[in-house]
């Protein structure tokens, strides 16, 4: 049971490049979530499914996109990475979505850095 | 805008010490969690509770609604209980909250020595 699986770990992208950060959890989450962590700041949702088909924008979502093709796997892409983008990328399940009763599985980060 | 206050940012401790770490919101939540972030950067989720106390070995966490404030204890504490500890609130959607999002505090750094 592998939980939640992040690749890559880490990617330098030049700006203006693109690249797709994938997910993939095995314990039938409806609920996943991408984040990203930057020094001196809190977690911060991008954006988030509430299922296969679904996406949802968070508290900072532009400059990316998400699709959730396979209730599995939830992607992360940037079509045009800029230097604000550098940043830690973390993606998460949940049994229900969060605030309800169950806690949330992280994957172990990607670390992206935009030159 | 609901923040999420923790204290202290860095916390040093010898191995053995009694530790707590304290976190405090400014509106109304239906949850708290507690997560612990390893120096690695892999992120666990240590508790999530709604009112009362929760004990998993030698963690603790407490929470009172009516202070808006809820405390992680690490009883006997061991160096590899060094880590970031990471407090995040869901907020009542009645109060402003959306759905999916957590507000997250900017972590204790907690470095326990041997």
């Known amino acids: 049971n592998a939980g939640v699986t992040q690749t890559p770990k880490f990617r330098v992208l030049k700006t203006g490049q693109s690249m797709t950060l994938l997910c993939a959890q095995d314990?039938?989450?409806?609920?996943m979530y991408w984040y990203r962590q930057d020094p001196g700041m809190g977690l911060r949702l991008i954006h988030y499914?509430?299922?296969?088909?679904?996406?949802a924008k968070g508290e900072v979502p532009d400059g990316y996109n998400v699709s959730r093709l396979k209730k599995q796997n939830f992607l992360l892409g940037l079509e045009s990475a800029a230097p604000s983008q550098t940043s830690v990328y973390f993606c998460?399940?949940?049994?229900?979505?969060?605030?309800?009763?169950?806690?949330?599985?992280f994957g172990n980060g990607t670390r992206l850095t935009v030159t | 805008k609901n923040e999420v206050e923790q204290s202290p940012q860095n916390l040093t401790a010898q191995e053995g010490e009694f530790i707590t770490i304290n976190c405090s919101y400014s509106?109304?939540?239906?949850?708290l969690h507690w997560l612990q972030q390893h120096p690695g950067g892999g992120i666990v989720s240590l508790f999530m509770?709604?009112?009362g106390k929760k004990k998993h070995g030698r963690l603790i966490a407490t929470i009172n609604i009516q202070e808006k404030h809820s405390s992680l204890h690490i009883t006997a504490s061991h160096p590899r209980d060094s880590a970031v500890y990471i407090c995040?609130?869901?907020?009542?959607?009645?109060?402003?909250?959306?759905?999916?999002?957590?507000?997250f505090g900017k972590g204790t750094k907690l470095s326990v020595k041997p």
């Open positions: 998460a399940s949940s049994r229900h979505l969060t605030g309800g009763n169950s806690p949330l599985h």
């Open positions: 314990m039938n989450h409806e609920y």
């Open positions: 499914s509430v299922g296969e088909g679904t996406t």
């Open positions: 509106v109304g939540i239906s949850a």
């Open positions: 509770l709604s009112s």
């Open positions: 995040a609130v869901s907020m009542n959607l009645g109060l402003g909250g959306s759905q999916g999002n957590l507000i």
